[in-house]
């Protein structure tokens, strides 16, 4: 079984100032972990995702998401926010027998304020 | 040269209407994916197809009915539309291998029941 914990439901950050948005999860195999984004009335855009290759990933945009094993957390940052970073974030995980098996964690709204 | 365009784009009906939401990749997957996403962005895998092969059917109402003519097309058809089915459908593709492919997302129909 899997599961993934968004612990936010809503972010708010001023403009320039650093990205947080927090995933912890759950797998009985070895997972992979991904982050997309869902601007307002557009499909989701893949941020990252982590294979097991590296445990810090970066992504576009200038964002970045650290696997932590013994934590079991997938957090997402960005050092300095954008105005064009407000969005739904959703954190995603999938146990690496098969990518069908796809669990969507609940998402975070990431405000940006001027 | 849109990756996956669906089609159409808002979609509003009277209860009791049967409809179609058309899916079409470009990327060549071989993977296709039907998802619902509800008013609190809550995202739910409603069917898989695999080389024209359904895979996935988590529980949904028998009213729905996917098809899919060849690798590239996905279709969605819905019979005796309920109130209950308002909401954005994302369609979806990836490639079956390696297994860490990520989904790619079409731009979702909004769908509306009055």
């Known amino acids: 079984a899997q599961s993934v914990t968004q612990l936010d439901s809503h972010v708010s950050v001023s403009e320039g100032t650093p990205v947080l948005l927090r995933c912890n999860y759950s797998?009985?195999?070895?997972?992979?972990l991904f982050w997309y984004v869902q601007h307002p009335n557009k499909g989701l855009q893949l941020l990252l995702k982590?294979?097991?290759?590296?445990?810090l990933v970066k992504g576009i945009n200038g964002f970045e998401a650290e696997f932590k094993k013994s934590e079991t957390s997938f957090h997402l940052t960005k050092p300095s926010a954008h105005m064009s970073d407000a969005a739904e974030y959703f954190c995603?995980?999938?146990?690496?027998?098969?990518?069908?098996?796809?669990?969507f964690g609940t998402g975070t709204k990431l405000q940006v304020i001027p | 040269d849109t990756a996956v365009s669906q089609t159409p784009k808002y979609l509003v009906t009277q209860m009791g209407n049967d409809k179609s939401i058309k899916c079409e990749q470009n990327l060549g997957h071989d993977t296709m994916y039907w998802y619902k996403q509800d008013s609190k962005k809550f995202l739910k895998i409603m069917f898989s197809y695999n080389n024209k092969e359904l895979i996935i059917n988590e529980t949904v109402p028998n009213r729905f009915s996917p098809k899919s003519p060849d690798k590239a097309h996905l279709n969605l058809h819905i019979n005796s539309l309920e109130l209950g089915d308002s909401a954005v459908y994302f369609c979806?593709?990836?490639?079956?291998?390696?297994?860490?492919?990520?989904?790619?997302f079409g731009n979702g129909t909004r769908l509306t029941v009055t």
């Open positions: 995603v995980v999938s146990d690496q027998r098969g990518y069908q098996k796809v669990t």
């Open positions: 797998s009985s195999y070895s997972p992979s």
């Open positions: 982590y294979t097991s290759a590296a445990t």
């Open positions: 979806a593709s990836s490639s079956r291998q390696p297994d860490n492919s990520p989904l790619h």
